[in-house]
């Protein structure tokens, strides 16, 4: 696998990674209460822990893509000019 392909790779991880999570984060912002009252009927858990365990979650995989995607692909970019 050549640094092209490599480049080519994490650049479409990055782009669809992105959209999973505008994505999801639509659908949070959107259905939250539905979201809420769902959890809280099968985890028995108040709405506030389940919203912040939403957002939680949306950061931690903001974080797993600018660190396992979009690092590689800019330090790619430096590296193959």
Known sequence: MDL?????FFFW???INIGLLL??????KIA???ICHKHALWYRLPHETIRSNLY????????GIFLFS???WIVLCIITK
């Open 56 to 63: 939680l979650m949306l950061g931690c995989y903001k974080l």
């Open 4 to 8: 092209l392909m490599l480049k080519s």
């Open 23 to 28: 994505l999801s984060a639509l659908i949070i």
């Open 70 to 72: 979009l690092v590689p």
């Open 32 to 34: 939250n209460e539905y």
């Open 13 to 15: 991880s990055s782009i």
